[in-house]
């Protein structure tokens, strides 16, 4: 076994041939401190130099990929127990809240993508936020009727939606569980009162972030106590979160939704000095999780399946996949100008799209199966039969029974959110993207979690030109999302779990990894791990300091204007073959682990 030092400095290590294998040793991996070795068991720093190895983690029964080793290994506590995949997910979800508490938690919202081995049906979960009733549609325009600043509209009250993610955890444990639900919250509960080492990852984005975070006493004395920042390896307890989960645990959601906790969401988001909201004791008790029907899109041989509206997510990597279908990648292969060309303006026309249709389908009519119907996606694929970067891009004709056309929307999203993918022994396959919005959400935190932001996903204008925007803001509805949880099926069996944090990105981030698999012959590991090349509205974003950057000159003549970037997805995925294999996403802190 490597040293741990050489595990915390080695360069990243890729098998993928050149522009890959360049790339792989620029890439620097976020991971353990050197405080947070001695927690660190051996499977877990095996999984960590797999990773830098650039090699996947293989198992025989049940794998968890998420963002953080503790999570991972709550998740894997349970699996080995016979807990099913639903289970670990509480298991790992509650333990993020606490060590990844920038990204995700109970304050948050989450769609969940569920492959059943015992029905062979697939369903999805939608545990997304929702605006207030009391919310207006230009919530987030100032007296003159322009739209805010981004971070006045996200730091405070205004921006909290109805978190979503402790109904939704309830939810899938009561129709998947077979684990006792209290025993779920252990390793969170033991955790929060015992402590657990920030990570470098944590400690770099507090020091980042700490003048909003000092704005509010409760979250400045957390995340900057005694008025110090938190230190990367520095022992942390959260005993007000523990609290909360020890309600959980014994009342279940209703202790969340009702009673003391429910009391202080509302007083902290009514009360937000500066900014105060509109969230009720009502929103919170009338909050429910929504079963829709999972959106599919056909690629290769496989169908790339998941979460519908709200989401934009399945829709728009299935736009881009089904746009490429009508070219072989696989023959370009990895290193060629021409299928990075091909990417990113198929990205762009399907963002046209998104900008134009995807909202959320229970309050606006929306093309929903026109978008990713085949003939629609060859129509709008021929635009890409020719050899310079698209002049022009705009939102297409999709078969649509309803005579309104939307105006293009302008919402805009930053930076936290974190994947989970899971398959347990009895081969059910859960795969969730879970957030909290920006980094450290609306900055707010009661009881031990910080509040989400995520009303900001909707677009701050109304209107364009008089014509309405799909996306704007109304009580009640789920503001439109990027988050992609995805499972790849094959002739009906579920092959791939993949998904990823990044904003409107993770779009990009999960269809490039689906093509490195599919296409380009790519382990798990090496497709999360290939360099991002990513475009949603004309600029090519490429990823800064890697080989990513190779393809610059080239794209640049093709017409593209290009940036270089830090892109840092956070793509976990298990590939389901004779065995599991797991992938982590080298840019962050997670692992995958199986047995
Ligand atoms: O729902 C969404 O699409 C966004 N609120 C997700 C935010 C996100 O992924 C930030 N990521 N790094």
Redesign the pocket.
Known sequence: MRCFSALLLSAFVFSAPGFAQEAADAVAPETATQGQVKALTEEVIAALEAKLDGVPVTSENWMVAAANPLAVEAGAKVLRAGGSAADAMVAVQVVLGLVEPQSSGLGGGAFLVWYDAATGRMTTLDGRETAPQAAKPRLFQDEQGEPLKFFDAVVGGLSVGTPGTPALLEEAHRRWGRSSWPGLFADGIRLADEGFLVSPRLASLVENDAERLSRFPETAAYFLPGGELLQQGQRLTNPAYANTLRVLASDGAAGFYGGEIAADIVRTVRNAPGNPGVLSGIDLALYQVIEREPVCAEYRAYEVCGMGPPSSGALTVGQILGMLNNYDLAAMGAESAEAWRLIGDASRLAFADRGRYMADSDFVPMPTKGLVDPDYLAQRAALLNTEAALAEIAPGQPEFDHALNWADDVSL?????SHISIVDSYGNVLSMTT?I?NGFGSRLMTNGFLLNN?LT?FSFKTHSDGVPIANRLEPGKRPR???SPTIVMQDGAPVLAIGS????R?IGYVAKSIIAWADWDMDVQQALSLPHLVNRFGTYDVEAGTAAEGFTDALVLQGFEVSPRDLTSGLHAIEIGEGLSGGADPRREGIALGE
């Open positions: 999203e930053f930076p936290s959110t957030t919005e995520e996903d999302s990027s988050m944090p990044g904003g409107s993770i």
